[in-house]
């Protein structure tokens, strides 16, 4: 089994890592991501096929079946047919959606990828942005690009959330009120 350059946790994390190490076998990454990633777009647009891959009521075998039909006439790779069928065969196609982006993750770190996600009050100007950029840059090795990608969180009052890769640091205002609040409600 090759390894994942990221672990993702969860059943989905399992069988987009299993996806990982196929691919790789077959020297298949980049067509399997590209793969996946029409097909998640074509899920999202098309509510019909949709409902009609993560419904209950079709047998497991038959959605097997026509999954395995519509790939070989696709001409989709070896592995993402194997998934789709699997997830099928284990009436576990509601879970493709977490799995390809957890496949996605798994390849943006195999490309040298850093996604931070900045979580902040109001949203950020370009000044501030640029400088965001430039300390979380000073982080990451030669090697690594960062994706960066902000939302915009009200609640937070103010600060910032970041979480970079699984380390997540919370300098908001609002988890300080929230530890002063809890601070002096034990001590009183």
């Known amino acids: 089994m090759v390894k994942a350059p990221v672990q993702v946790f969860g059943l989905e994390g399992r069988y987009a890592t299993a996806l990982y190490s196929a691919a790789s076998k077959l020297k298949q990454l980049d067509q399997v991501e590209k793969e996946l990633v029409t097909w998640q777009q074509t899920l999202k647009n098309d509510s019909k096929l949709r ?32 998934l789709l069928q699997v997830l099928a065969d284990n009436g576990r196609m509601k879970k493709l959606d977490t799995v390809i982006n957890h496949f996605k993750t798994i390849m943006a770190a195999h490309r ?27 982080f990451l090795k030669s090697n690594e690009k960062l994706q960066l990608t902000s939302k915009v969180d009200p609640s937070i009052i ?26 002096i409600s034990t001590s009183a």
Do not use: F, H, W
Not at 112 to 122: I, L, M
Not at 160 to 183: E, F, H, Q, T, W
């Open 51 to 82: 409902d009609i891959v993560v419904s209950p009521i079709i047998n497991r075998k038959v959605l097997s079946t026509a999954l395995k039909d519509t790939c070989e006439k696709l001409r989709l790779s070896a592995a993402t047919s194997n």
């Open 112 to 138: 040298g990828d850093v996604v931070c996600e900045v979580t902040t009050a109001k949203p950020l100007d370009d000044s501030q942005r640029k400088q965001l950029e430039g300390a979380l840059k000073a």
């Open 158 to 183: 103010g600060g910032l959330i970041v979480s970079v890769g699984d380390k997540y640091v919370d300098m908001s205002i609002a988890s300080k009120v929230k530890m002063y609040k809890d601070l």
